[in-house]
């Protein structure tokens, strides 16, 4: 099942975009930069009239990769996968993992582009999203990018469950850069499923996953806190990370983070966990007896 992922970052159960909504949304973007390109070459003719035919052809090579090669490249990146055919059309580009895209992956796009769009007349991309399971293109197999319908109907979306309240923020000073898009996206599959799997399954496959995650982090799962529920928070972690980058400035309460100088719900200790190669532990908040906090790993 794929995933998908909504306009604050958080990632719910996604739906790949079929072909012909992404030629509707290509043939929209595309008549829109024909024109900008038209406009601007007209107006690069008149303003460079008067040099030589080797200017003049410099000129429309400069302002053929300006718009219709940068163009896309800089609306990707500014608008996090939304052209304005995808906002049309109700697409959006992510992140194999479900993460909003970054300009790394707008350049892969925008450059595989020109060959599979411009050169070829689309022929290369319909191809290859025909011939792909999820309906990517070679720009996007290469940017780790996959294209998702951003509008679902009611009742079809399922949101990845939050953290317990006592460990939301817990796992700041973690290093998440080395944890592989994979094993995100595994761990997100699970969030949002593991209380359709069987008891015992779905304990094996968080434990197995937490332990991943452990490894790639240099951090343990803290004593007493349950698999899923460490997953959960690690996941809302990265989400608000990826928010933050994506929307800054924002406040950092908005996306579940504790305010600076507020007071964290629930805690009775700290216990010092999992110190990695640099001997600082990562301080997790153990829970307090009270109410439940509405977040139910399976037994």
């Given amino acids: 099942m794929n995933e998908l992922v909504t306009g604050d970052a958080v990632v719910l159960g996604l739906r790949p975009a079929r072909l012909p909504s992404r030629a509707l949304a290509i043939a929209i973007d595309l008549t829109v930069l024909l024109v900008v390109f038209v ?12 040099l030589d035919e080797a ?3 410099a000129t429309a090579v400069a302002a053929f990769l300006l718009v219709l090669v940068g163009g896309p490249i ?6 996090h996968g939304r052209s304005l055919g995808k906002v ?12 909003p895209i970054r300009f790394r992956h707008a350049l892969v796009r925008g450059s595989m582009g020109i060959v599979e769009i411009l050169m070829t007349f689309g022929v290369v991309a319909c191809v290859a999203s025909l011939v792909s399971a999820r309906g990517r293109r070679l720009g996007d197999v290469f940017a780790g990018t996959l294209v998702v319908r951003e509008r679902l109907p009611a009742g079809r979306v399922v949101a990845v469950p939050p953290p317990p309240p006592w460990l939301v923020g817990q796992f700041a000073p973690l290093d998440l850069s080395s944890v592989p898009d994979d094993l995100w996206l595994a761990i997100r599959q699970y969030l949002t499923r593991m209380h359709q799997l069987d008891p015992g399954v779905g304990w094996s496959v968080a434990e197995r996953l937490a332990g991943d995650l452990a490894a790639r ?7 007493g806190v ?10 809302n972690e990265r989400q608000a990370r990826d928010a933050q980058r994506a929307f800054a400035p924002s406040p950092a309460w908005a996306y579940g983070a504790p305010v600076p100088g507020a007071e964290v719900p629930g805690p009775v200790g700290v216990a010092e966990v999992g110190a990695g190669e640099s001997g ?4 997790v908040r153990e829970p307090a007896a009270g109410p439940s906090t509405g977040f139910a790993p399976p037994a």
Avoid: H, K, M
Wanted: charged content about 10%; hydrophobic content about 55%.
């Fill in 39 to 50: 406009i601007v070459s007209i107006g690069l003719a008149v303003a460079t009239g008067s």
């Fill in 55 to 57: 200017a003049q052809a």
């Fill in 74 to 79: 800089a609306v990707e990146t500014l608008s």
């Fill in 217 to 223: 982090t240099g951090v343990p799962v803290p004593p």
């Fill in 280 to 283: 600082a532990g990562v301080p």
């Fill in 88 to 99: 049309a059309v109700g697409l959006r580009v992510v992140r194999d993992d479900g993460g």
């Fill in 226 to 235: 349950p698999s899923a529920a460490f997953l959960a928070a690690v996941v």
